[in-house]
């Protein structure tokens, strides 16, 4: 028994050694995690572009398109990989909140025949019209460069962009998207790339309704039964139109009513749609159409903005358009007559069929920076493009109607509409007991210098930058379109977390949109 007590002593003094390693490595894990928490909550701003995440093997790395052929799929463009959503990054051994987190967006790569085919035989885009699409699709969907600038225009970026382009520009923007994500479960929003647009752009005059529509059910045949579709039954998805929604809610069957169905279809009523002209329907968001200036850094945008602050405007008003006889309501011909009897104190563009005076985006901009007010009156639709050549410029815009801008691009333009512009309540031309020269040489200077700032403050909130560029500190119009679409997607999330319908509501006709009462201050 006396030989086996210094075992029994030995024993003890090991059981004493593991318990004390046990304390100093419980210890150790407790000082790493405590390390972990504050290094997650306070972040490091610092280090290099390599992230790892998660498992700590999958770098986070955005999808850049190596090919500027329009011509090509979405899926062909890119191998490189993408990032996961964790929580938390690491960054030179520090871990940091990802940035991206509720900002991925993941791009269906759609069949060919609803995008890149449509470009490929570009000469069949406009059989209704003289205009040939094909030269516009360069540089990304801008068209091509404008070398004579008349010194109107300050810089290189400046391009001849057709305003039917807005779903080419908008997807060659999107695939340089800084939070890209190759895996769907992890998007916050599905981009489909369709452009549908161009697709009925070929069957609008002529084309019998079957054809009309053939694309739109084949498209939501296809998307509805991608598995990334039951997620949220399509309503996380959007995509991007160039012309206005109201060419794509055909009500009837005549073959003599405008458009398609597409909008109708029961598929596509749960998507969003992003277009430069809204609808009245719920699904329908309004951005703003391509202006010609499409610049390729910051610099460009704020020299722009001071050449706008000192130019000096020897017009009181101009307008830039055409009349519109067929239309019975219309007030253009009123606007026009007034102009020419104003003399020195306006300036028109008659862009009446067979004048190409309009077409040239140095005239326009050379008139529309000369102007204090720029007259934005409806045409065929609510809405123009004239809206943002003018904003552009620096020219204060004067609507006539709440559907030409207040209730459409509520993403991009202020809910106070004072701040910005005029607004002359003409419903039609049988309302107009305007005249023009007094109501604006009522405006005080004080009240011009602030809108014209207003103005101008905005030029950077309505320009597609070059998908390139790099802008640091400035949103253009494509950052708060996905910023716009994020939100309205996380809101129906929201909806369904919290055990309600999200279909309630979310397609649903707003009569009242075109109403003035919403927007009032």
Known sequence: MEKQKPMCMSASKCCNQQLGFAILISFALCFVFLCFDYSALTGSSSGDDSLLVNNYANAIVPQNSKSHHLGTNSSDTDDSPLPH????????????TDFCLGRYVYIHEV????????????????????????????????G???????????????FLTNQFLLEVIFHERMKNYSCLTNDSALASAIYVPFYAGLDLGRHLWGGNISVRDSSALDFVKWVAGKP?????????????????????RRKTDNESDWGSKFRFLPESKNMSMLAIESSSWNNDYAIPYPTCFHPS???????????????????????????????????????????????????????????TNCNNPVNVMKVFQNSVFCLQPPGDSYTRRSIFDAILAGCIPVFFHPGTAYAQYLWHLPKNYTTYSLYI??????D????????????????????????????????????????????????LAVKGILERIEKVRGLIKEGRDPSIGFADGDDFKYTLSPYEI
């Open 228 to 248: 990334q579709w039951t997620r949220m039954w399509g309503r996380d998805h959007f995509l991007v139109a160039g012309r206005i929604s109201w060419d794509f």
């Open 144 to 158: 091509p460069e404008i070398e004579n600038h008349d010194m109107v225009l300050l810089n290189e970026s400046w």
């Open 425 to 430: 309540p003409v419903r039609d031309v049988k």
């Open 297 to 355: 850094k910051e610099s460009e945008i704020l020299e722009w903005q001071d050449k706008m602050r000192r130019q000096k405007r020897q017009y009181l008003f101009s307008f830039a358009g055409a009349p519109r006889p067929d239309l019975k309501d219309s007030i253009r011909g009123k606007i026009m007559d007034q102009c020419i009897a104003s003399g020195s104190l306006c300036k028109l563009i008659n862009c009446d069929y067979g004048a």
């Open 432 to 479: 107009w007991k305007v005249n023009m020269n007094e109501t604006l040489l009522g405006v005080s200077e004080k009240k011009v210098g602030s809108l014209r700032e207003e103005v101008i403050r905005l030029i950077p909130r309505v320009i597609y930058a070059d998908p390139r560029a790099k802008l640091e500190s400035i949103e253009d119009a494509f950052d």
């Open 85 to 96: 959503n964790p929580l938390l990054v690491v960054v030179n051994q520090t871990y940091q």
């Open 111 to 142: 069949p060919s025949r609803f995008n890149g085919d449509l470009l490929k035989n570009c000469h069949l885009l406009t059989p209704g019209s003289e205009k040939n699409m094909c030269p516009y699709l360069v540089n990304f969907g801008f």
